[in-house]
């Protein structure tokens, strides 16, 4: 059943010259239809060099409204139109132009994890495989960073040569995890590594073996001549890893690492999709679009090599 629906995409994707990419987030049948699988920043760069007259973004609305940005020429489309990011919510316009008059001076730095109006406002967008590099390479020394706490906190530790200022903002879904779930993955698992997502807080990232983004994680995971690994962030890459290394053993940090938003997109809403019955076509005003590509060209300027 998976195999014949996988066939439907794939006979459908090349006869209507749709490109089809997955973040690692996405179940383990959808990233095999996609033309390419990765983190926010590997997505934004495939993103800018898809070939296709249309691009399916798997993942969620901003990773979608990113393409858009890149691309607005193509055809963008997100297969449900109910997948958002909650954290790119946390901060709206107003709020951000408050902050702004109260860190006068300050490079506004955004994780990628914000809506197209949000980033307008914005000096540079980052990730979370991106953030350091882009950070040192930044002259301004004063930075204003967005929406996400951990991961902004994480990146100031590294780079004390700046004057970094967070905000209240996080993910729900790494940030509720705590010191006392890592200590009881580790009892359970003690010669397991532990490897998580920096937008885990403070005190689960104090404890890891290794910080990173989520395809950071998996080449990791995949390199490390270790065995066992507890892994913090989507379970998602605890199936994908397992899949690709079943000699290896993985497990989740907890059973209740899911991001629902992310897990909405089935396998089958990307056909629906390609069929014209689901999904939604991202559209964006040409000012906003103008105006957010600045932050994003940015990140790619800075980010990349
Ligand atoms: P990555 O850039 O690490 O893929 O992160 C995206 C994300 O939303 C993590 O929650
Ligand atoms: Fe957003 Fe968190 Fe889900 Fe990533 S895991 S898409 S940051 S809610």
Same mark, same amino acid.
């Given at each position: 059943?998976?195999?014949?629906?996988?066939?439907? #995409?794939? /006979?459908?994707?090349? %006869?209507? *010259?749709?490109?089809?990419?997955?973040? @690692?987030?996405? =179940? !383990?049948?959808?990233?095999?239809?996609?033309?390419?699988?990765?983190d926010?920043?590997?997505l934004?760069?495939?993103a800018?060099?898809?070939?296709?007259?249309?691009?399916?973004?798997?993942?969620?609305?901003?990773?979608?409204?990113?393409?858009?940005i890149?691309?607005?020429?193509?055809?963008?489309?997100?297969?449900?139109?109910?997948?958002?990011?909650?954290?790119?919510?946390?901060?709206?316009?107003?709020?951000?132009l408050?902050?702004?008059?109260?860190?006068?001076?300050?490079?506004?730095?955004?994780?990628i994890?914000?809506?197209?109006?949000?980033?307008?406002?914005?000096?540079?967008?980052?990730?979370?495989?991106s953030?350091?590099?882009?950070?040192?390479?930044?002259?301004?020394?004063?930075?204003?960073?967005?929406?996400?706490?951990?991961?902004g906190?994480? #990146?100031? /530790?590294?780079c004390? %040569?700046k *004057?970094?200022?967070?905000?209240?903002? @996080?993910?729900? =879904? !790494?940030?509720?995890?705590?010191?006392?779930d890592?200590?009881?993955?580790?009892?359970?698992?003690?010669?397991?590594l532990?490897?998580?997502?920096?937008?885990?807080?403070?005190?689960?990232?104090?404890?890891?073996?290794?910080?990173?983004?989520?395809?950071?994680?998996?080449?990791?995971?995949k390199k490390?001549?270790?065995?066992?690994?507890?892994?913090?962030?989507?379970?998602?890459?605890?199936?994908?890893?397992?899949?690709?290394?079943?000699?290896?053993?993985?497990?989740?940090?907890?059973?209740?690492?899911?991001?629902?938003n992310?897990?909405?997109?089935?396998?089958?809403?990307?056909?629906?999709?390609?069929?014209?019955?689901?999904?939604?076509?991202?559209?964006?005003?040409?000012?906003?679009?103008?105006?957010?590509?600045?932050?994003?060209?940015?990140?790619?300027?800075?980010g990349?090599?």
């Amino acid at each position: 059943m998976i195999k014949d629906i996988q066939e439907r #995409i794939l /006979k459908l994707k090349k %006869e209507n *010259d749709v490109c089809i990419l997955a973040h @690692c987030y996405q =179940t !383990h049948d959808i990233l095999e239809v996609a033309d390419f699988v990765g983190d926010s920043f590997g997505l934004a760069q495939q993103a800018a060099k898809a070939p296709n007259k249309t691009v399916m973004m798997c993942g969620v609305r901003f990773m979608a409204e990113t393409v858009k940005i890149l691309c607005p020429e193509k055809k963008v489309l997100l297969p449900e139109a109910e997948a958002g990011c909650p954290m790119a919510e946390q901060l709206d316009r107003e709020m951000l132009l408050q902050l702004k008059e109260r860190y006068p001076g300050y490079a506004v730095v955004a994780y990628i994890n914000t809506t197209a109006e949000l980033k307008t406002l914005c000096d540079v967008c980052v990730t979370s495989s991106s953030a350091k590099k882009i950070i040192e390479r930044m002259p301004e020394e004063k930075i204003l960073f967005i929406p996400d706490k951990n991961l902004g906190g994480f #990146i100031a /530790k590294q780079c004390p %040569e700046k *004057d970094i200022v967070t905000v209240q903002g @996080c993910c729900p =879904t !790494h940030a509720r995890f705590t010191a006392k779930d890592v200590d009881r993955a580790k009892a359970a698992h003690p010669n397991a590594l532990l490897l998580v997502h920096p937008e885990c807080s403070a005190e689960v990232v104090d404890k890891a073996d290794f910080v990173g983004s989520t395809t950071e994680i998996m080449s990791y995971a995949k390199k490390s001549n270790k065995s066992e690994f507890i892994i913090g962030t989507e379970n998602s890459i605890v199936q994908h890893l397992g899949i690709d290394c079943p000699e290896k053993r993985f497990y989740a940090l907890s059973k209740d690492f899911i991001c629902h938003n992310m897990q909405l997109t089935k396998l089958v809403s990307v056909l629906h999709c390609l069929e014209g019955v689901g999904g939604e076509e991202i559209v964006l005003d040409e000012q906003t679009r103008l105006a957010a590509k600045r932050s994003i060209d940015r990140m790619l300027e800075l980010g990349n090599g």
